[in-house]
């Protein structure tokens, strides 16, 4: 009988976290999605803010951008811990700014547009360290 060598693949470092990124940015959506699912079916009670509506659409849209970059990295042969850092911790600002918008457990009566504005500073500064970050390698 011929014995059969299992061979193992390790994932490269770049898959390691490419999975990272994706399961944050992964919890992220999911908090944008269930957050219109909850507005959807509370809008006749509670009402719909537009605001809170556009900024939701821009972080899902920029958290699939951001997921879609990942995999451009796997050209990238020589990683470090300071990008291997700055990847996790940039998707982990994106879903903040997801759990921002959202409350995680509603009440039947809340109002949107004040959970907005009450947590509008934390979310613009969140919003604001993103920014920032991307601009040393913006030109």
């Known amino acids: 009988m011929a014995r059969v060598a299992a ?3 390790i994932m490269s470092l770049i ?8 399961i944050i940015i992964g ?20 009402g719909v803010y537009w605001v809170q509506l556009v900024w939701a659409f821009g972080i899902l849209m920029w958290m699939i951008a951001f997921w879609w970059f990942t995999f451009a990295l796997s050209d ?5 811990f300071g ?6 911790l ?3 600002l994106l879903y903040t700014l997801a759990a921002l918008l959202f409350p995680r457990n509603p ?3 809340q109002d949107y ?5 009450d947590n509008r500073k934390w979310f613009l500064g969140r919003y604001s360290c993103l920014q920032f970050s991307t601009w040393p390698t913006s030109g």
């Open 76 to 80: 990238v042969e020589t990683w470090t």
């Open 15 to 22: 898959e390691c976290l490419a999975v990272r990124a994706s």
């Open 7 to 9: 061979r193992v693949q």
């Open 113 to 117: 547009e004040a959970h907005f504005y």
């Open 90 to 92: 940039y998707a982990t």
């Open 83 to 88: 990008p291997h850092l700055f990847i996790v």
């Open 107 to 109: 009440p039947p009566d």
């Open 27 to 46: 919890f992220g959506v999911t908090q944008v999605v269930a957050g219109f699912s909850r507005m959807v079916h509370t809008r006749l009670q509670n």
